[in-house]
């Protein structure tokens, strides 16, 4: 399989944009993956069933070469791979599953991961992987929906999500990041207390009432980074991380050492552009 692959989309020194199909294509589902990754003790969990999308046209090209299964399996293969090599687990120990499909709004060069529900596989939501990319209602995602009617077809629905004192939000604070290269995403935060760092954990118990968010920062970046306190209007950034904390105003954070600014103001973590707004 590994040398069908090979000779699909061959690498080369002029990168050719079949070898960039795969290498996007993976680097967009690890990003879906890592976007709903969640830390619970010292087990990191992910999900399981994935959904990659190209145009019908890229799509149907593959398709007529008899590529198609043979992709899916190397994009699961690679993935089951990042589990075993990090002590990942999925949630619900499900098995890993990955499709290719096509989304009509998508030309020849875009491409988009998306995390399904392992039950419905329905009302996906949106991850880009580099490329410019069409993008669904960040709404629809099947791993935010609570209470929701089962459906053969997305729907645009919104998700209501349930707090604690029985209220209903329909909107809650999105952590915006764009990476270097420019690579773009975005994570729903559904929760006030954050502690964001690099990919894993360092063993250190979490402070109560805080989740924690794992992103591919730069090796210079601690596994716990910066602790994220959120209200209506402001967010308080705290440094607990060796990496450092820039402002636009070239201001930076020293260890232990908080600042609090308004949503929506951007800050960087070791060249890592973050920013919390409201959806």
Known sequence: MRGLIDRLFPKDVEQKPSSRLVERGLEALRLARDEHA???GSTRRVPSHFE?????????????????????????????????AESMRTFGDHTLHVRVADDPGLSDNELYAIVLNPERRSRPTDHTGGLPTSKP??????????EAQSTDHETDESATLVLDDGEDRFSCPILRIRFPNNPFMERELHGDHWIIGRRGSSGTPLPDGFQK?????????????IR??????????????K?????????????????????????????????IDLA
Not at 139 to 146: E, I, M, R, S, W
Not at 228 to 241: A, K, M, P, Q
């Open 228 to 241: 994220l306190e959120i209200d209506s209007s402001s967010v308080l950034i705290t440094r607990i991380g």
């Open 52 to 84: 990659l999308r190209f145009s019908p046209n890229r799509r149907e090209k593959i398709a007529g070469m008899g590529a198609l299964s043979d992709m899916e399996f190397f994009f699961k293969d690679e993935l089951m791979k990042d589990l075993a």
């Open 38 to 40: 969640v830390t619970m």
């Open 243 to 275: 990496g450092a904390i820039i402002f636009p105003d070239s201001k930076d954070l020293n260890p232990n050492e908080s600042r609090r600014v308004e949503l929506g103001a951007s800050f960087f973590v070791e060249g890592v552009e973050l920013c």
């Open 213 to 225: 968010l794992d992103l591919d920062l730069p090796t210079t970046a601690s596994r716990e980074q």
């Open 137 to 146: 209602d960040l709404h629809d995602d099947a791993t935010l929906v609570l």
